[in-house]
């Protein structure tokens, strides 16, 4: 193992912990600083995990970071990126990778320039869940790939979340929030997008907060809170998707991907692992083990597996795939708006599978390994 990957982190909200959490377990990633609008809360955080809270322009200069960690509000990632690329500095962005693909093409043309990276969340498809389904299709365990189904439901965050308004501000809604665990996934298991068809609504034009010292507050509803699309994939397989806050339960499983010779029920793509199972035809359903993935991981191994890479820049949470996720979604919304089907204008390549990676303890060399896919069996 080499010298850890020194990390400033921006933006001090609610997922800052699970970020924070995920470095404190390994040995490759060193968090160096923390920064907030709010500077209390840069200090509190700072002082739950024993690093320094500065300023945003002190944390860019700071001559030991060498990515921005920016979880900051998706309106905030084109400006906080563009400071930090212009400070030298490769930047990892929360999902979206930004609010407007264009927005996200002049933050990935500026790292170009600069020859710094840029990559972007979520990490989540690195896990065991994801990466064990991708084995699987590899390994023809269901045939040729014709078609899937990914859904998420639910009633909205505002139940749960002290300050949900970004939510349902431009860059937000279920699709820009959700669907990017759900997409990333389908280009894994299936591959790029070339083509879209879209629905989209908006029943309530305020959400009430649940909870939080603003408990009982409106929030403004300004984007689409039901969305549903067919997405057709460079492989020839066909997606159809939902993404509500409208819904407040359903049965239907995260994501299920039809083959020719078999179905492959996947897990929640907003979590690291899960069961992968199969269903042969012919045969019945069977649970997978871990094949391939990081296992035991949490937010932050995009930026472990940089960390790994030779040049300490490359990610397979890459910006290519972040990029073209935010593509399609926007293509989704404008072809909702026009009513009909519209070609995604990016493409991308699949980032290289994950071997099945133990990370009971990140970055420790007497506990990490790592072993090859294997195969599934018959």
Excluded at 48 to 63: E, I, Y
Aim: charge should be negative.
């Amino acid at each position: 193992m080499g010298e850890p990957l020194r990390v400033g982190v921006v933006g001090c909200g609610v997922i800052s912990e699970a970020y924070l959490t995920t470095a404190a377990r390994t040995s490759e990633l060193e968090i160096v600083a923390v920064a907030d609008l709010d500077r209390t809360r840069a200090d509190a955080t700072a002082a739950r995990h024993g690093v320094q809270a500065l300023d945003l322009p002190a944390l860019l200069a700071h001559d030991d970071v060498e990515w921005v960690l920016d979880l900051t509000t998706p309106a905030a990632h084109e400006e906080v990126a563009l400071a930090a690329i212009a400070h030298g500095r490769s930047v990892y962005n929360e999902k979206p990778l930004c609010a407007t693909v264009e927005e996200a093409h002049r933050v990935v043309e500026a790292a170009r320039a600069a020859g710094v990276a840029v990559g972007g969340a979520p990490d989540t498809v690195l896990g065991t869940g994801v990466q064990t389904a991708r084995a699987a299709v590899a390994s023809g365990a269901i045939g040729r790939p014709v078609a899937a189904t990914a859904t998420m439901a639910c009633g909205g965050h505002e139940a749960w979340h002290p300050q949900p308004d970004f939510y349902y501000a431009p860059g937000g809604g279920p699709l820009l929030d959700m669907g990017p665990y759900y997409l990333t996934t389908l280009v894994h298991l299936l591959g790029p997008v070339t083509a879209v068809q879209g629905l989209a609504t908006r029943p309530r034009t305020h959400r009430t907060i649940g909870q939080g010292p603003r408990a009982g507050e409106q929030v403004p509803v300004a984007v689409a809170t039901h969305v549903t699309a067919l997405v057709e994939h460079a492989s020839g397989a066909v997606t159809t998707l939902l993404m509500s806050f409208d819904a407040p339960a359903s049965l239907a499983r995260p994501i299920e991907v039809h083959g020719e010779e078999g179905s492959l029920l996947v897990p929640d793509p907003n979590r690291f692992d899960g069961e992968v199972r199969v269903h042969a035809r012919g045969d019945e359903w069977r649970t997978l083990p871990a094949s391939a993935g990081y296992r035991d991981a949490g937010r932050g191994v995009g930026l472990v597996d940089a960390a790994r890479s030779a040049d300490r820049r490359t990610t397979r949470a890459s910006a290519d795939v972040a990029l073209h996720v935010l593509d399609t979604m926007e293509t989704v919304l404008r072809a909702a708006d026009a009513g009909t089907r519209l070609e995604v204008a990016s493409t991308c390549d699949v980032p290289p599978l994950v071997p099945l990676t133990d990370l009971d303890a990140l970055g420790r060399p007497d506990m990490a390994r790592t072993t090859p896919p294997t195969a599934v069996a018959s």
